[in-house]
């Protein structure tokens, strides 16, 4: 018996998808994280933080947008 498996991608880029999905997952992943550390980080190190969620705040916007502009492309 032989069985063929195959797969439809429904996206043109869909590894560009499925990488910025990763990379959207671990941006998140970092920003929980950065938003525990408040919870007891010193006054010194709460300015870092600060400017940290502030960059990854940015790149969750920045991926995002890019997901969506590949969803707009094959969507038209």
Same mark, same amino acid.
């Given at each position: 018996? %032989?069985?063929? $498996?195959?797969?439809?991608?429904? !996206?043109?880029?869909?590894?560009? $998808?499925?990488?910025? +999905? &990763? =990379? *959207? =997952?671990? *941006?998140?992943?970092?920003?929980?994280?950065?938003?525990?550390?408040? &919870?007891?980080?010193?006054?010194? =190190?709460?300015?870092? $933080?600060?400017?940290?969620?502030? #960059?990854? +705040?940015?790149? %969750?916007? +920045?991926? %995002?947008?890019?997901?969506?502009? !590949?969803?707009?492309?094959? #969507?038209?």
């Amino acid at each position: 018996m %032989i069985m063929t $498996v195959s797969a439809v991608a429904f !996206h043109d880029n869909t590894f560009a $998808v499925f990488d910025l +999905r &990763e =990379q *959207l =997952q671990m *941006l998140y992943i970092n920003m929980w994280e950065l938003l525990t550390q408040l &919870e007891y980080v010193t006054p010194d =190190q709460r300015v870092v $933080v600060y400017e940290e969620i502030a #960059h990854i +705040r940015s790149e %969750i916007v +920045r991926v %995002i947008t890019e997901l969506l502009a !590949h969803d707009q492309r094959q #969507h038209p």
